[in-house]
C-alpha cells in the first residue's frame, strides 16, 4: 500500500492493471501499468487531492472541472516532443490520475547531474525539440507554466536517440489572486524546484503568457550548459527575488566554457526580465537556433555512440530515472 490513495499492484484503474510503483513526487506518485486489453505498458500518474485546491464544496468543484478541460486540451496535443496521454479520470477515492506513455531514459535535471553540462551542439539539437513541443501547445493557447528540467525527459525512441519529451502540461496552477512569492510565504511544503525556473512575472503575479515558459526555457538551457542554475539561494523566496532583481552571468562565464555567441545571446535574451526583450514565440527560438554556426553539429551518431557509452539499452528503470516520470 501507498501513503497516497492506498493504490496497490493488482489494482486496476480505467482498465489498467497496476503492476509497480515506480516514483513520488511532491504532486503524487507514478505506477507501471498495463491495459488489460490491449497489453500496452503504461504510467499512470495519481496527483494528490490537495494540490487540486480545497477539498469539497464549490471552489473545489470548480477546480476539479478546470483540471478536467485542461487535461482535455493537453491531450489534443500531437507534437512527438510531447509526452502522449491516453486518458485521466477520477478514482472512487476522488484522487486523479492521468495515464500516459511509459518512457525509457532520464530527465534534463538527472542528465547534468550524472554527467556533467552538455556540449552546444548537444544542447542545441535539444532545445530545438523541446521548441517544438511548446511551440504547438502555445498556438493553441496552452501555457505550460512548469517549464524545468526535472519536467523534460531524454530518452531512445526505437531507433532514434536523444529524443525529447515534455512533461506536465497544465498540471500546475496557482491563485491568480496571489503572486508566487506570497504564497511560498505560507506553503512551507515547496521546494526550490520550481522558483528556480520561474519568469519574473509569474513570481508577482502578474498575467503570463507563452513568454513566461520561453524565460524557463532559457533557465533550463542555461542549467544544459553550465549545470548550475540561473542563480542561487538559501530559499525558494530569494531565489524568486534574484529572478526579479538579479543579472545573470553569462553562461560562458559561469562555466569557463567556450559557447559559441550566439548561443549565449539567445539564452540571455530568454532571460530578458520584460517579457516584451524575450523572443516573442518557440519558432522565433528555432530560427535563432538554426542560425547558429556550429563546427561540428549533434547527430543521431554521436547521440548513438553517447548512449551506447553510458546508459545501458535497453534503459534500466532505476528509482533515480524513474522518479521524474513521477508529478513534482
Known sequence: M????????????????????IGRGGM?????ATHRMLARPAAIKLIKPEILGAPGGAEAGVLIERFRREAEAASELQSPHTIRLYDFGETRAGTFYFVMELLDGLDLE???????PVAPARAVELLRQICHSLGEAHDRGIIHRDVKPANIYLCRLG???DFMKVLDFGLVKYDRDQSIMDTIKTNTEMTTGTPAY????????EPIDRRADLYALGCVAYW????????????PLRMLIQHIQGTPIPPSIRSGRPIPPALEDLVLRCLAKKPAD??????DIVDALDRIRLEHPWTQADAREWWEANIIVPVERSPE???VLAVR
Open 278 to 283: 524575450r523572443p516573442a514565440t518557440a519558432d
Open 2 to 21: 501507498t501513503e497516497l490513495v492506498g493504490i496497490a499492484s493488482g489494482v486496476e484503474i480505467g482498465g489498467y492493471l497496476v503492476e509497480e510503483l
Open 224 to 235: 544544459l550548459l553550465t549545470g548550475q542554475m540561473v542563480f542561487e539561494a538559501d530559499s
Open 110 to 116: 538527472t542528465l547534468v547531474r550524472r554527467f556533467g
Open 159 to 161: 531507433r532514434e536517440y
Open 28 to 32: 503524487g506518485e507514478v505506477w507501471r
Open 321 to 323: 530515472t524513474a522518479e
Open 198 to 205: 520561474m519568469a519574473p512575472e509569474m513570481a508577482n503575479g
